[in-house]
């Protein structure tokens, strides 16, 4: 059976591909001021062919992170998380509605549909992903349980929370939540792009270590902007592909990148799933990451930005077949 997809605010951008790919795809409409929000910031969602997706299996899919330059309207994470609850509530308990007269409604159920899927592109809330002083909640943990409370699955594309995390792998045990990787992917793509066939993949930070097996360096934070960055290498005249999940002001990368060609490097590619605007700067950050390394990095558009979308495309790589191939396989 096809899926059907269902495209949540942070995931409009990706209409065209999958629509390429042969799926049917379905956004939420409009409040009677043509926008998403009400005066007082309450969000509106519609779906309109609900009756199509009667009995069908659906994948919702949003990114659970604040709006880019791009968003006619600004989201905030908890925007997009209550955005995909509405999609969920409607999809369980979908109703004919038809006006009988002046706020006059009948109402009429259908049937819903077999199984409903959430792919967090981006996970909500993934930099709180544990509790890293007393009485702090885990945000992360609470986004996902929340969404299944509603759908059947959440799927989410390279998490910033480790596998290890205690949560997550009870999740996983249970098949709740699947993983998908992009890294195969921006690995493979670096290597064509920017033309090199032998490569040595190095980690910035101890938990890209963890994650993908492979050495780098410690990092130690300091702030949101600010890392402390040791370790050395023998790399002297290898290629370099440095892998990461995220990127919020680039500090790491720059800093992995500079290190490196200290170091010998003969050329550094940065690969990063996700790059994140932030609420205080904008995507100032993510231009001056492309400019500080030369454009030598490699991105998703599993949060939809200007700087790669609009800016710099050459450094852009879809996850449109990443969700095909999930899609084809899942069971």
């Known amino acids: 059976m096809t899926w059907k997809i269902i495209l949540c605010s942070g995931a409009e951008h990706l209409e065209e591909d999958l629509r390429k790919l042969s799926y049917d795809v379905y956004k939420s409409g409009l409040n009677y001021d043509g926008k998403r929000f009400f005066p007082n910031s309450d969000l509106y969602t519609r779906i309109d062919g609900i009756d199509e997706l009667s009995g069908k299996d659906v994948l919702v899919i949003q990114s659970g992170t604040f709006s880019g330059e791009l968003d006619r309207e600004k989201f905030t994470t908890a925007d997009r998380v209550w955005e995909v609850l509405q999609v969920l509530d409607v999809l369980r308990c979908p109703l004919k509605v038809e006006e009988k007269g002046h706020k006059v409604y009948e109402y009429e159920e259908l049937e819903p549909p ?137 500090s790491t990368l720059i800093k992995a990148r500079e290190n490196l060609m200290k170091m010998g490097a003969q050329d550094v590619i940065c690969c990063v799933t996700h790059v994140l605007p932030t609420v205080e700067k904008g995507e100032e950050l993510l231009r001056k990451l492309v400019e500080r390394i030369n454009g030598r990095i490699l991105t998703t558009n599993t949060v939809r930005t200007r700087t790669f979308e609009e800016e710099h495309p050459e450094c852009l790589v879809s996850i449109a077949p990443l969700i095909d191939k999930y899609l084809k396989s899942a069971r």
């Not at 199984?115 to 609470?142: H, M, N, W």
């Not at 410690?218 to 040791?230: A, G, L, N, P």
């Open 114 to 250: 077999r199984r409903i899927e959430v792919l967090y592109t981006f996970l909500p809330c993934a930099l709180q992903d544990k509790a890293f002083k007393t009485g702090e909640a885990v945000s992360a943990k609470l986004a996902v349980e929340l969404t299944l409370a509603k759908a059947d699955r959440v799927i989410t594309i390279d998490p910033h929370p480790p596998e290890d995390v205690w949560w997550v792998r009870r999740l996983r045990e249970e098949n709740k939540l699947v993983i998908l990787s992009a890294v195969p992917m921006l690995i493979d793509e670096a290597s064509n792009r920017f033309g090199i066939k032998e490569y040595e993949l190095i980690a910035p930070d101890e938990g890209a270590q963890r994650r993908l097996g492979i050495r780098g360096f410690t990092k130690q934070r300091i702030d949101s902007f600010t890392v402390v960055m040791r370790g050395e290498l023998n790399v002297a005249g290898k290629n370099i592909i440095v892998i990461d999940d995220l990127t919020k002001s680039g």
